[in-house]
């Protein structure tokens, strides 16, 4: 059974920064690509970051220079450091783990609140 599961949210001030982690237990996590998404209310679930089995990143441009995602492959784990919060930042964020023949793969997700 393939498990994802955030941690990491919290309540933050503007300009603040948060780590969220992401466990995964029941995939090859090194063949899989991980992703962070957001959604806000009101809106749709949107990219934040990736990072492909291989190890190359991605970024939506309104996180660029802010946000940094990496894996830690020994400990099935992804991260998203997220710096110089804004509250525009403020959404429930989602893992996501994807592999070539698979359907993806979603947390229940953790919420991160900016405030001003």
């Known amino acids: 059974q393939v498990q994802l599961v955030e941690s990491g949210g919290d309540l933050v001030q503007a300009g603040g920064s948060l780590r969220l982690s992401c466990a995964a237990s029941g995939i090859i996590f090194s063949s899989f690509d991980m992703g962070w998404y957001r959604q806000a209310p009101g809106k749709q679930r949107a990219l934040v970051a990736l990072?492909?089995?291989?190890?190359?990143?991605n970024y939506a441009e309104s996180v660029k220079g802010r946000f940094t995602i990496s894996r830690d492959n020994a400990k099935n784990t992804v991260y998203l450091q997220m710096s110089s919060l804004k509250p525009e930042d403020t959404a429930v964020y989602y893992c996501?783990?994807?592999?070539?023949?698979?359907?993806?793969?979603w947390g229940q997700g953790t919420q991160v609140t900016v405030s001003s």
């Open positions: 990072i492909s089995s291989g190890g190359t990143t």
């Open positions: 996501n783990a994807k592999a070539l023949y698979t359907s993806p793969y």
